[in-house]
């Protein structure tokens, strides 16, 4: 299948490299960007030739968000937010559900569906000053997209809460001390760290390993309907009095004003 916002590459035997490529905008997902963060995973669950999956972001961002446009489209129109709630699912579970390890490599900042992909890898690698911001409640909307199924499992309630009601940023090396990713090095140590792991996942026992992975994702099956109740509060505020502010916000750079 081609992919207009995602490049992919065979570094390695094996690995098949995934790359979130919108330079110019940091790497926000877009309508066709999203859609595809949500295909990818089964195409690589259904290609025998891959055996790990490493995501990244091009350049020195993994990935900006959300794109404004899409966000403000969907405050108008209710057949695009059903479409883009359902790619909002799929992106979660079918994660979740592909057979084959994935590996996140993260740098820069890290917010929304590519954050959503980078939490929900099997292993993430993110460099010492990546910035991991989960922004919904600063939009004005809830934090639905994939932080209830994952967040207070790797990291615990009393910081999930923390930095999802108040969006506070995290650093790859919080993020490590947290447990929120598996492995924390130098900025430029990030692609060629996840690169290792990768190969080294891509070298061992494939029965062993996605059977392994589907038995620990049972953890996060058992938080879906959490998850399915947070997405659903998420675009419920799609078309409420808040998500407009929250988007005048970010295109002034200011702090949103709610009344």
Known sequence: MTYEKLKIDTPAEGVLRITISEPRRRNAVDMTGHRELAEIWR???????????????EGEAFSAGGDLSMIEEMTRDHATR???FAEARDIVYNVINCSKPIVSAVQGPAVGAGLAVALLADVSVAGRTARIIDGHTRLGVAAGDHAAIVWPLLCGMAKAKYHLLLCEPVTGEQAERMGLVSLCVEDDEVHGRAMEIAQRLAAGSQEAIRLTKYSLNNWLRMAGPAFDASLAMEFLGFSGPD????????????SPEFG
Do not use: N, Q
Not at 243 to 254: D, N, P, S, W
């Open 82 to 84: 059903m479409r883009v």
């Open 243 to 254: 998500i407009g502010e929250g988007v005048r916000a970010l295109r002034e750079k200011r």
């Open 43 to 57: 195409d690589v669950d259904r290609d025998d030739s891959v055996r790990v999956a490493l995501v990244r972001g």
